[in-house]
């Protein structure tokens, strides 16, 4: 779908009151509108229109100083594209020119989706009215935010310096980038002396490793690039998905550098930064494209028709694919980690010499399922055993090798066909697996589809990714208020 | 020993079905056995139980993941931990008592850190396609868990019961 944004004028009423009667319980007349649109001077009203359809439309009042955001909806249909957080944006853009400099709004408690929207945009919830809808009694959320702040983290069009730090697992990461092009500095935590810095561990934080590492890794990333918290335009951080305790670490941080120097905060989404790898390594890469995101806790298929839109077109129901490769690694007591070991091992072996499952090869959908090929493997040496038969490991290794990576291929050329794309990422640790980079690379090139593959210290955890992505969502006007948290199954398609 | 056999996964995941009626917030469930012996399958029979809606898929790499349900489901994995000090980073006690029900892939990795009152099932793959799940319980809660599970599953397709143990018992 695509969408432009144009003032509302009376003519669009019909159509706007149609939606506002779909989907609030208690919605505004006619007349209301009517009267609205009419007033000018202190009223902005826009709809977006996909050709001459209205698909959503909202509107702001200014009084003095402060904009209030009067209405904003989007038609069921039309969700999760971009279209409530553009229109957002455009109608901030003119409560500042009407010389707004903070704005407030009312919301639904149980809209949390709207104020998740809001907080991207640096409102946060400041309070509730009791009991404010008269339909259900509910509470509204009163948020606020000032759009000074905004304003004034706008530096030179596409220079802007940001830190962006990265916690969501096992990693802590910290970058450094400018303009979302010049990469100044990449610190991933593990790779760091503590010990040097430190001089020893400290002991109240000694368990807490994120607490530990983020700090060090931040000053270090600050020192690599050459500047100081002063120089800085924002600051973005993964805030979801991932493990909560490791996820909370990295959000209070940012969220701590936020309130104390009054920078921005960028919020991205973990994923998403996997699939910004492909566009840090190239910058020639861009949407609309299909991308593969294979590591130790995903495997999934996403097509992302524009910036900012992102549509998850199929997932593991079970184990994910760096994780079959660690765990059939260890059964055959390979070591850790057994990803590379068996793809090396692999290489030795006939990969047609044990025909394991592909499972969901034919489903017709984009889900993966591999606990099965797991327990086939696990099953294949537990029989062999038994039967006092010797494993033939690089056979082994690559049978299995192929049944993951076949079918990995198969859907990767059918979801890039059926979207139509020509752009093909690939993302996540297990990118790095020669296999299926070769197949995919020969599959998608017999359709004419170009594969995109970051260098390998780009596809596994790093706080880079989370930069390129943070300088996306900064030029679009995307922040999260102070009142952020951590949100551990945040989904990638809710973002607008 | 009490427990079942099941022939299949589509059994075993009927188990964790029938397991989800009988808990309440601050139950745990510790699962054991080997890689492929079908712990994350009866977990998903389990949160289906408990109406958690979206798929239920392997924790290994996340440790945790939370499901909604009639309660919340606090899905652990501590495959991937090496010390039981690790499970303070992950709030494992706090969320053991907190207000929903959890179960532990890998439960039994550090035998020092187990949960004070619990229902535990190790599974052993018997063949490819049938598995063995002994119970076994610590305290009063555990122990009530594993007598009424037992007596919920008679009669499911692919399920064998051994109810050895019918009078109870820490140890079932
Ligand atoms: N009777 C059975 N019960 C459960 N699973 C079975 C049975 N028969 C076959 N299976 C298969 O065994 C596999 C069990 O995998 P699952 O991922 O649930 O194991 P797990 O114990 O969680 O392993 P891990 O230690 O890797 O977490 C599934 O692929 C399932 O289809
Ligand atoms: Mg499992």
């Known amino acids: ?496 | 020993m009490s427990g079942f056999e099941t022939t299949g996964a589509d059994a075993t995941v009927a188990l964790g079905r029938a397991l989800a009626p009988l808990v309440r917030a601050g139950d745990g469930l510790v699962l054991s056995g080997d890689l492929g012996a079908g712990k994350t399958q009866l977990t998903k029979g389990f949160a289906a139980g408990l109406e958690v809606p979206e798929v239920v898929t392997s924790p290994t790499f996340n440790i945790l993941l939370v499901h909604q349900g009639r309660l919340p489901l606090y899905h652990f994995d501590l495959y991937r931990l090496e010390h039981s000090d690790q499970l303070e980073d992950v709030d494992y006690w706090g969320t053991l008592e907190a207000d929903g029900v959890s179960v532990v892939e890998w439960g039994d990795r550090f035998p020092e850190a187990m949960p004070l009152d619990y229902l535990a099932a190790h599974m052993t793959i018997t063949a490819d396609e049938t598995r063995e799940i002994v119970l076994s319980s610590q305290g009063t809660r555990g122990a009530e868990l594993a007598r009424t599970w037992l007596g919920a599953c008679t009669g499911l397709a692919d399920v064998v019961v051994r109810n050895s143990d019918s009078h109870g018992g820490d140890t079932a």
């Open chain 1, 1 to 496: 779908m695509s969408f432009e944004l144009r003032p509302m004028t009376r003519g669009d009423i019909d159509a706007v009151h149609e939606i506002e009667h779909a989907i609030f319980p208690t919605p505004w007349s006619r007349q209301t509108f009517a009267a609205e649109v009419s007033i000018g001077e202190t009223r902005a009203w826009l709809v977006a229109v996909d050709g001459d359809e209205v698909v959503g439309y909202g509107g702001i009042m200014v009084i003095g100083d402060e904009a209030h955001i009067m209405n904003l909806a989007v038609r069921e249909d039309a969700r999760s594209k971009g279209v409530g957080a553009t229109m957002l944006e455009s109608l901030l853009a003119s409560a500042v020119e009407m010389g707004a400099s903070r704005a407030t709004l009312e919301v639904r408690e149980s809209n949390s989706s709207a104020q998740e929207l809001y907080r991207r945009f640096g409102l946060s919830s400041v309070g509730v009215r009791p009991g404010y809808y008269s339909d259900t009694r509910e509470d509204a959320v009163i948020m606020w935010g000032d759009l000074l702040a905004r304003d004034a983290a706008s530096p030179e069009a596409g220079q802007e310096l940001i830190l962006a730090i990265e916690s969501s697992c096992d990693e802590t990461a910290a970058a450094v980038m400018r303009g979302g092009t010049e990469l100044l500095s990449s610190v991933i935590a593990s790779q760091v002396d503590f010990h040097a810095r430190f001089g020893g561990v400290v002991p109240e934080i000694a368990s807490r490793k994120h607490t530990e590492a983020i700090v060090a890794a931040v000053d270090e990333a600050l020192e690599q690039a050459g500047v100081g918290f002063g120089d800085l335009d924002a600051i973005a951080v993964t805030y979801g998905p991932g493990l909560v305790g490791a996820l909370v670490v990295g959000v209070a941080y940012a969220k701590g550098v936020a309130l104390g120097t009054g920078l921005p905060l960028v919020g991205v989404n973990h994923l998403e930064g996997h699939i910004f790898a492909n566009m840090l390594a190239d910058p020639t890469v861009e949407p609309p494209l299909v991308a593969l995101l294979v590591s130790g806790g995903h495997t999934s298929l996403v097509h992302m028709p524009e910036w900012g839109v992102y549509h998850t077109l199929g997932e593991t129901l079970d184990d994910a694919a760096g994780e079959a490769f660690d765990k059939v690694a260890k059964a055959l007591g390979l070591g850790y980690p057994g990803g590379p070991i068996l793809s090396r091992l692999a290489s030795e072996g006939n990969e047609n010499a044990i025909d394991f499952p592909r499972a969901m090869m034919r489903s017709g959908n984009y889900a993966f399922s591999l606990s099965g090929l797991k327990t086939s493997v696990i099953n294949h040496i537990r029989n062999a055993e038994q039967a006092g038969r010797e494993v033939d490991v690089p056979d082994l290794a690559a049978s299995f090798q192929a049944a993951v990576v076949d079918v990995q291929v198969s859907k990767a050329v059918r979801a890039a066909q059926e979207c139509g794309v020509e752009t093909f990422c690939l993302a996540g640790g297990v990118a790095a697996n020669p296999s299926l980079r070769e197949k995919l690379h020969e599959a998608l090139a017999d359709h004419g589809i170009r594969l995109s593959v970051p260098p390998l210290i780009l596809c596994t955890d790093n706080a880079a990714m989370i930069a390129q992505a943070a300088h996306f969502r900064f030029m679009r006007g995307g922040f999260l208020g102070l009142d952020a948290e951590a949100i551990p199954n945040l989904r990638l398609d809710s973002e607008a």
